[in-house]
RNA sequence: GCGGGUGUAGUUCAGUGGUAGAACGUCAGCCUUCCAAGCUGAAUGUCGUCGGUUCGACUCCGAUCACCCGCUCCA
């Protein structure tokens, strides 16, 4: 006995088989690879379609599978397709250019990293040699010690007024140079803060100056939705409360890229951005929250793994801090356990956005909606109109870690069958939606089982693959079909040639039934939920 | 960015300062009437990359890249 639980899923062994069996390459591999970025082979593409498929059909073709919205009528939703580069003027609005470059600072002799902008530093007036100690703003402990050290360093006990706080922001290079770290023991152990702007630079045009023609790779949809809003409005007959959605590739050029595919430099999101009456936000914030979770459960999340998070108040996005509240729905990775990582953020964006929008792109008022079911009541009976900025509820998921988890959650160890492991993906989800087999490659099975693929891929080729496969033995196709993830295997045999019936493979179970030849295209719809 | 670990066939891993191995998988053929069966055969690696030491480096040294773990970060 070896003390490895063999239901412990362990993240190397998904990734092998990622790679074995095609699912998720490293991208740029024959050149050594490049950090944070991943390609999806032949499974894993049909695999993250599926998952965006189903996204889609539940969004935008059928919002909320008919559900109605908590003013009990049919939820809107309307897509667009944006560009991934905008004018940069778009990521100023958003607070991107400005807002989000926080200069980090390095400890060499404790290791550790600090925000630069979350430290001071103290010392004695007036002292412009003498050493001066840092501490990390309103962390009573960190400024005590710090004052301890101060004192020690001074050799008596300093009176508050005799002590001078800057921002270590404020510090130049001599200034580091006698500063002590939050934790450490000698001076000029910090490194010079150093800014992180996490978009993508890129140049338009082909002279290719950087700085006179600078644009922004998108590293987020959201915003090209927000810049669409007006357009929206004015050329499609949707009013508010209604939400526009899009799916798209966004990027990031993450401090750490870790984790597989969690934390990708280049990613895809699927995103509403759901507009309503500031009055109704909270209402459809509670409404997105639980039918998004119940969304991944029905996809194949369904167990413990799944949990809904709402934020602390004080781990609020900026564009969220007036709102209704953000939370996330999180799942439990193996790289994560005990602990979660985030799949998809609802967040109540208040009409930040499109404020900022408003204001920097001088369109002002004009960007505002004016919902003609609101306002006093006119002498006829009619509402007068009411002009505001909406509010916006998000629901932002990221496909790629939404395949992540199907990947993890679906992973089966099972020592007892051939393959000693198998894909348990939900039929909807699944690469491979079914396999036909002739149980041995002659007596008139091959020609029957090519008989059925075609008829298979005829009904259900556009919602995944249909194999089929007549080499080697039965068992080793039942095998590769369980690492692939194959819900259903139809198999022809010498039966098949008298009777016309057939038998049905379940991957979950490993039995069978059989059934007869004509009835197998309405048993896969069966199982795809059809 | 910092620290630790790893890098040899598609996968999992041996290996030794002197011409590169196994198992499984893959492919072909035979066989085969239901779970990676059997038999025969085949393909596959610039031993992550670059440089250095050496008569000779997969092995020792340096750098670099990538992945994993911890810290950090995550609009």
Redesign the pocket.
């Given at each position: 006995m070896t003390d490895k639980n063999p239901t412990t899923k362990s993240?190397?062994?998904i990734?092998?088989?990622c790679?074995?069996r095609g699912f998720v390459y490293?991208?740029s591999?024959i050149?050594?690879?490049?950090?944070?970025?991943?390609d999806y082979g032949p499974l894993g593409a049909q695999l993250k379609k599926n998952l965006r498929d189903a996204w889609w059909q539940d969004v935008v073709m059928n919002p909320c599978q008919g559900k109605p919205g908590p003013n009990g009528q049919p939820v809107r939703i309307v897509p667009v397709d944006t560009c991934i580069i905008q004018n940069p003027k778009v990521?100023e609005a958003?607070?991107?250019v400005g807002?989000?470059n926080?200069p980090?600072v390095?400890c060499?002799e404790t290791?550790?990293?600090?925000?630069a902008d979350?430290l001071l530093c103290i010392g004695e007036k007036g002292d412009k040699a003498g050493r001066m100690y840092v501490y990390i703003e309103a962390n009573e402990k960190s400024y005590e010690a710090a004052r301890k050290k101060l004192d020690k360093y001074k050799k008596r006990t300093l009176n508050d007024d005799e002590i001078d706080i800057c921002s270590l922001t404020d510090l130049s290079a001599d200034g580091l140079a006698i500063s002590v770290g939050p934790d450490a023991t000698e001076a000029g152990t910090l490194?010079e803060p150093?800014a992180?702007?996490?978009?993508f630079p890129t140049v338009i045009g082909a002279t290719g100056d950087l700085e006179d023609n600078k644009a922004y790779l998108r590293?987020?949809t959201?915003q090209g939705i927000f810049i669409n809003f007006k357009n929206v409005v004015d050329t499609t007959r949707v009013g508010v409360p209604f939400g526009i959605a899009q799916t798209g590739k966004a990027f990031?050029?993450?401090?750490?890229?870790?984790?597989?595919t969690?934390?990708s430099r280049e990613f895809e999101q699927m995103e509403i951005e759901f507009f309503c009456h500031p009055d109704e936000a909270k209402d459809w914030y509670v409404f997105w929250r639980d039918w998004r979770m119940s969304w991944w459960q029905e996809i194949g999340l369904a167990g413990d793994n799944l949990i809904l998070r709402e934020h602390d108040r004080d781990?609020l996005?900026?564009?969220a801090k007036e709102g209704a509240g953000t939370s996330d729905i999180e799942y439990r990775f193996?790289?994560t356990a005990p602990g979660y990582g985030?799949l998809e953020?609802i967040?109540d964006r208040t009409d930040f956005d499109l404020k900022q929008h408003a204001e920097h792109s001088g369109l002002g008022d004009k960007l505002k909606y004016f919902d003609p079911t609101r306002g006093e009541l006119a002498k006829n009976g009619q509402p007068k109109g009411e002009r505001y900025f909406p509010y916006v509820i998000e629901p932002?998921a990221g496909l790629d870690r939404g395949v992540l988890a199907i990947l993890c959650e679906a992973y089966t160890p099972d020592p007892d069958?051939?393959?000693?492991?198998f894909m348990k993906f939900h039929p909807r989800v699944a690469p491979i939606k079914a396999a036909v087999?002739p149980?041995?490659?002659?007596?008139g099975?091959p020609e029957k089982a090519a008989e059925l693929h075609r008829e298979l891929v005829k009904r259900f080729g556009h919602l995944g693959m249909i194999e089929t496969?007549?080499?080697?033995?039965?068992?080793?196709?039942?095998?590769?079909m369980?690492?692939a993830g194959c819900p259903l295997?139809f198999?022809?045999?010498?039966?098949?040639?008298t009777d016309n019936t057939?038998?049905v493979?379940?991957r979950d179970t490993?039995?069978?039934q059989?059934i007869a030849m004509t009835d197998a295209g309405d048993h896969l719809a069966a199982a795809l939920g059809l």
């Open positions: 993240m190397d062994d990734m092998a088989l790679k074995r490293q991208a591999e050149y050594g690879g490049i950090n944070g970025f991943w990521w958003s607070g991107h807002g989000f926080d980090m390095d060499r290791k550790n990293r600090y925000r979350h490194t150093r992180f702007n996490l978009m590293p987020e959201a990031r050029n993450e401090v750490t890229p870790r984790n597989f969690f934390r781990e996005a900026h564009y193996p790289f985030e953020g967040a932002s069958r051939p393959s000693k492991v087999f149980l041995v490659n002659k007596d099975m496969d007549a080499k080697q033995s039965i068992g080793k196709r039942y095998a590769r369980d690492e295997c198999t022809i045999d010498g039966q098949t040639m057939i038998t493979r379940d490993a039995g069978q059989r």
